[in-house]
């Protein structure tokens, strides 16, 4: 993308309605912008980390086995009546009325939705054990939306459901589910820590929620330091190995992690002084097992291999999308803007142009340009004919990993200058080797 071309509307001065650093640049980089409390619009910059965060999570579910599927974002109440949530969800469900005065609301969650389907269509064990998810749009009309994208009103989530013969089988969806979801945020370049949480209006008994420690974080929580040194890296995972899923949650749940919720100070004071950590956390997932909550009350039942019919285990599993990209900026900034971790980052390279006009310096800009592409990667050209200052601000503050700086004195030694966002270290080399080091 060449940046004279692109829609990239940069802010110079710091928002006054922002309030944590995530939403302050995510306004300042032109990602998003707000329509009503929050309700936001994504901006080509914005939509474009969204969906690389949203392709992450598609990848890492669909290697776990799960099936995606798409359901809408309106729903009848009627459903909801099944359940009983409908009265119980209090004022965080949009309420709507359709023309011929039928009540609608705005998913909140889809738990009655996924159920329904499941009891139109399935009917024998034969068919488990199954999980579908979605990746859709939700409305939770927050008492106090806040902090951008962070806590919005209108918000991107991945949810997930699991359907089971026996809770046993459950329990496997439950870790299968744990374990995707830390290599999904470790390759967001985040650590999100599982800490047992407490099931809210979504019940059920067996809970996680995944916290990113963040000092602006919403949540209170309490953890064993030693947690913070566990990571999945690229270890193999076999997803329909019962014993190696559950080995791994073990290993990540047996510390002592938890959310304000279900602390306990007794427990928190038999840990060795000082590993005893309290923090603040910022929640970008939870699991649930919730058993029968609510395939018993809506009729979704299978028939056993002793002809018996029992309703199936659930359970359901989500996923903050659009909280991600506050999360992951919260963890990985500096002074001067955001720092993309590579996984997510909007564009691969930037490159910048110090004399816009230079024949020879924007021929191999141009060439430039092309290797990078040629080679797989998605670089953004500073051609417009700014300041180097300008140029500079504006790279930094959209956190592009790599920079390359591209002009005439260098040039006359066949010399660019690469230059990394996270470290601030750049290094002079030829066009090609700057190409070529880039991934
Ligand atoms: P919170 O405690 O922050 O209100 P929640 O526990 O109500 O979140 P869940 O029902 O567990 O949310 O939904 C799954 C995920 O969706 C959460 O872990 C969070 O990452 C994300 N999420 C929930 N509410 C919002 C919101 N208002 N804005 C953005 N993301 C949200
Ligand atoms: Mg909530
Ligand atoms: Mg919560
Ligand atoms: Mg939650």
New binding site residues.
């Given amino acids: 993308m060449r940046l004279s071309r692109y829609f990239l509307p940069v802010l110079k001065e710091n928002p006054a309605e922002a309030q944590i650093v995530s939403h302050r640049y995510m306004l300042r980089a032109g990602m998003i912008k707000q329509q009503a409390a ?1 309700i936001y619009s994504w901006l080509p910059l914005g939509f474009k980390v969204l969906r690389r965060i949203e392709q992450i999570v598609h990848e890492e579910q669909i290697r776990a086995g799960h099936i995606p599927l798409l359901m809408p974002t309106l729903q009848p109440a009627d459903l909801w009546r099944e359940s009983g949530r409908y009265d119980d969800y209090g004022q965080e469900m949009l309420r709507i009325k359709d023309r011929q005065e039928r009540e609608m609301l705005y998913g ?2 889809n738990e009655e939705m996924i159920t329904d389907i499941f009891r139109s269509h399935v009917g024998s064990y034969k068919d488990l054990p199954l999980t579908l998810y979605h990746i859709q749009w ?1 409305f ?1 009309d ?1 008492m106090r ?1 806040r902090f951008g ?5 209108e ?3 991945k ?1 997930g459901y699991n359907f089971d013969l026996t809770k046993e089988d459950a329990l496997h969806a439950y870790n299968r589910h744990l374990v995707s979801y830390l290599r999904t945020y470790e390759r967001m370049g985040l650590q999100a820590i599982p800490m047992r949480a407490d099931s ?3 019940g059920g008994d067996d809970t996680h ?2 916290l990113v420690l963040a000092a602006t974080g ?2 209170e929580v309490f953890y064993d330091s030693a947690v913070t040194d566990i990571r999945l890296g690229k270890r193999e995972i076999d997803y329909d190995d019962k014993a190696q899923c559950q080995a791994v949650m073990e290993e990540f749940t047996s510390l002592y992690a938890r959310t304000d919720e279900t602390h306990d100070a007794a427990l928190f004071d038999a840990i060795p002084e000082e590993r005893r950590k309290s923090a603040r956390g ?5 699991i649930f097992y919730f058993g029968t909550k609510y395939s018993e009350p809506m009729g979704a039942n299978v028939v056993t291999p002793d002809g018996a019919r029992v309703p199936v285990h659930m359970g359901s599993h ?7 990209l506050g999360a992951i900026i919260e963890a990985s900034h500096d002074d001067k803007g955001i720092i993309w971790p590579e996984g997510v980052t909007p564009f691969h390279v930037g490159i910048v142009n110090l004399k816009q006009g230079d024949a020879g310096t924007d021929s191999a800009c141009e060439a430039i340009y092309g290797a990078l592409k040629a080679k797989g990667l998605d670089p953004l050209y500073d051609d417009r004919d700014e300041r180097a200052g300008a140029k500079f601000a504006t790279m930094d503050l959209i956190g592009l990993p790599w920079r390359i700086t591209v002009g005439p004195r260098g040039l006359a030694a066949n010399k660019v200058e690469l230059t990394s966002r996270r470290t601030g270290v750049s290094e002079e080399m030829s066009p090609e080797a700057a190409v070529a080091r880039v991934v």
């Avoid at 994208?149 to 009103?153: F, L, Q, S």
């Avoid at 910022?282 to 939870?286: D, F, M, P």
């Avoid at 989500?318 to 991600?324: A, K, P």
């Fill in positions: 929050g909140p969650t939700k939770r927050e939306p994208v962070m806590r919005g009103r918000f991107l989530m949810d809210g209006p979504i929620e995944f919403e949540s910022i929640e970008v997932g939870q989500g996923i903050g999308v659009s909280r991600l």
